[in-house]
């Protein structure tokens, strides 16, 4: 696993959580409070027993953490670049979600070594999506998930959204878009500085 995507549940954990807990979770899964480094590579596994650690500290199943880690990498001041880069994907919730095909290849033009899960969206009818999820290890269904609620949200859009085979290496979100424009979007602007997870420890 990139270590970029390791150094996010980091970061994740110790904006969230706090210190203390991502200090145990770091000694867990043996990489201690400094933690991963943004530009290597780590095992699956280490990936694995990290979130199954944090899933019993927490009383979660690991699939609510990780829907939890998308709506941060969306919506926490610490992680402005990956909102941008989502962003770019268009206007509106709608034009964001014909985009997402092409969300790998541009996570590999900012990181050429960064390997995202292929997505597919199949519009079933008008409103009605269905995107799948294919990745070597699951899980990136259920961040995408709470990536897709948290800019629905900035959208201003009205969208109901179901995971199905959770955790699994396959995993389909159904997305039931309701509304485009319920409610004023949020204001943002594509131009200014931000930093990828792990530009401070």
């Known amino acids: ?22 200090a145990d979770l770091g000694a867990e899964a043996g990489v201690g409070t400094s933690g991963f480094e943004a530009m290597l590579t780590y095992g699956d596994e280490v990936t694995l027993t990290m979130l199954t650690a944090l899933s019993r500290m927490r009383g979660q199943p690991v699939e609510d953490i990780l829907e939890d880690l998308g709506t941060y990498l969306v919506t926490h001041p ?27 290849d541009r996570a590999r033009l900012a990181v050429p070594e960064l390997e995202l899960p ?19 290890q699951g899980g990136f269904g259920a ?23 959770a955790m699994e290496r396959q995993e389909v979100i159904t997305i039931n878009l309701l509304d485009p424009e319920f409610a004023e979007a949020k204001q943002f602007y594509l131009g200014g500085e931000a930093q990828l997870p792990g530009g401070a420890g």
């Open 1 to 22: 696993m990139h270590g970029l995507i390791n150094r996010a549940v980091q970061c994740f954990v110790r904006d969230i959580y706090g210190p203390e807990i991502w």
């Open 78 to 104: 610490n992680t402005r670049a990956i909102r941008r880069l989502l962003r770019f994907g268009g206007q509106s919730f709608l034009e964001l979600l014909y985009s997402l095909d092409d969300l790998p």
């Open 118 to 136: 292929q997505l597919h969206l199949t519009e079933l009818e008008p409103g009605r999506f269905r995107l799948e999820v294919a990745a070597r």
């Open 143 to 165: 961040v995408m998930t709470g990536i897709l609620r948290a800019l629905a949200d900035d959208f201003g859009a009205l969208a109901f959204l179901e995971l199905g085979g």
